[in-house]
């Protein structure tokens, strides 16, 4: 069994909890709106980490990071290998409205978005669609999170974490 941290929208802003909750993951997948390089940079200290830029991404992160990225949540690196069809694949995007490829028939078993900062898990035929929620500043009063994927031979589990942050904090 292998865990997979998945975070987004952090807007410039890596909190203590959210760095706790994805200690012991093996990859960390960041879907966008990173806001800071440092972010990535403090998080590849725990795991290899898969970013895409989002929306409010400009300047070097835009520069860096891809649109969208194709994961393996198998291999110790995250990267697919050629030829190799054992693997459990992600898709990683900013804003789900972007999708512009059919999980179903591209042998993608999870496809991971943010932009809404709302944290949801939805089952669309065999591909699991997760959005960890925010883990940056508190928008509105959704909740501050971050999700993990336990990843067991081809079945995925997903858990999102709410990080215990005071609710009227706005950063």
């Given amino acids: 069994m292998r865990t997979i941290g998945v975070i987004s929208d952090t807007h410039g802003l890596l909190r203590a909890e959210a760095v706790a909750a994805l200690q012991g993951c093996?990859?960390?997948?960041?879907?966008?709106?990173?806001?800071?390089?440092?972010?990535?940079t403090r998080l590849e200290e725990i795991a290899p980490v898969h970013?895409?830029?989002g929306n409010t991404d400009w300047g070097e992160l835009r520069a860096r990071l891809p649109p969208t990225a194709v994961v393996d949540l198998t291999t110790e690196d995250g990267v697919p290998r050629a030829g190799d069809s054992g693997g459990v694949l992600a898709y990683v995007l900013?804003?789900?409205g972007d999708l512009d490829i059919r999980p179903e028939r591209t042998g993608l078993s999870?496809?991971?978005?943010?932009?809404?900062?709302?944290p949801?898990?939805?089952r669309e035929g065999a591909a699991l669609y997760l959005n960890p929620g925010s883990a940056g500043p508190r928008r509105f009063s959704l909740p501050v999170t971050v999700a993990r994927v336990e990843v067991d031979g081809g079945s995925l589990n997903v858990e999102i974490v709410e990080l215990d942050v005071a609710l009227?904090?706005?950063r």
């Fill in 51 to 53: 970013a895409v830029f």
């Fill in 120 to 122: 949801r898990v939805d």
């Fill in 26 to 40: 093996g990859l960390i997948l960041h879907a966008g709106d990173v806001g800071d390089p440092g972010i990535l």
């Fill in 110 to 118: 999870l496809v991971v978005s943010g932009h809404t900062h709302q």
């Fill in 94 to 96: 900013h804003d789900l």
């Fill in 168 to 170: 009227d904090e706005g």
